[in-house]
């Protein structure tokens, strides 16, 4: 079993940055993939990006290519999803995932953790 917490949410202007942090705890989940996924008011929870388990492999969302990196600390059992340029249409509810394999999706039901989830909220 894999507990995930998240934490760096807040409040940002358009433009500006945050880095959300998901601490794993339980075992070690250097092998898991992870992903995060964000969840609008009133709209499905969506794929943000993802990082494969036992190397650095990387797939992203085309609405965060080029603003948004996830990267992992296995040391730590920490994944984190770095966020350059923020708009307002990126407020949502941030969620990290983890998945019983290394292999990275983009559907939300391929992952078998989740964390409760941080607000994350851009000003125009």
């Known amino acids: 079993q894999v507990q995930l917490v998240e934490s760096g949410g807040g409040l940002v202007q358009a433009g500006g940055s945050l880095r959300l942090s998901c601490v794993a705890s339980?075992?070690?989940?250097?092998?898991?993939?992870v992903g995060w996924f964000r969840q609008a008011p009133g709209k499905e929870r969506e794929f943000v990006a993802a990082?494969?388990?036992?190397?650095?492999?990387?797939i992203s969302a085309d609405s965060v290519k080029g603003r948004f990196t996830i990267s992992r600390d296995n040391a730590k059992n920490t994944v984190y999803l770095q966020m350059n340029r923020l708009k307002p249409e990126d407020t949502a509810v941030y969620y990290c995932?983890?998945?019983?394999?290394?292999?990275?999706?983009?559907?939300?039901?391929?992952?078998?953790?989740w964390g409760q989830g941080t607000q994350v909220t851009v000003s125009s």
């Open positions: 995932a983890a998945r019983e394999g290394t292999l990275i999706y983009s559907f939300p039901t391929q992952y078998d953790y």
């Open positions: 339980g075992r070690t989940f250097s092998r898991n993939a």
């Open positions: 990082i494969r388990g036992t190397s650095d492999s990387t």
